[in-house]
């Protein structure tokens, strides 16, 4: 098995302090589902079985992307405040833009 790289994996960083906003779709989570066409139940960082309770707020950090928000299901360890680490996602998760421009009607 390779190691994961920015080919094949998503690298990422939780972002904090974006607890009040919200959408249309009730939850981040429902959102991502909504967008990402998924049913995932377990959180999309590497290595984790935890079940993702919501809908984190992330930024990609291997210069994929440009600066905008995008939201990836994330259990509670994984989305809490502390943790500021950079992670890979599983290969399967699909990124959703956090932004209505981008994504809510
Ligand atoms: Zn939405
Ligand atoms: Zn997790």
């Known amino acids: 098995m390779t190691e994961p790289n920015k080919n094949t994996h998503w690298k990422v960083k939780n972002l904090n302090g974006t607890t009040g906003l919200s959408c249309g779709c009730g939850s981040w989570l429902a959102h991502w589902r909504n ?3 998924s049913s995932r139940k377990i959180c999309a960082v590497k290595g984790c079985g935890r079940f993702a309770t919501v809908g984190a707020h992330v930024k990609c950090t291997d210069n994929r992307t440009d600066n905008r928000w995008w939201i990836a299901p994330f259990c ?3 989305n809490h405040y502390s943790f500021t680490q950079e992670v890979f996602l599983k290969r399967d998760v699909k990124l959703v833009a956090a932004n209505r421009k981008y994504s809510c009607e």
């Open 35 to 37: 967008y990402a066409g």
């Open 76 to 78: 509670k360890t994984h």
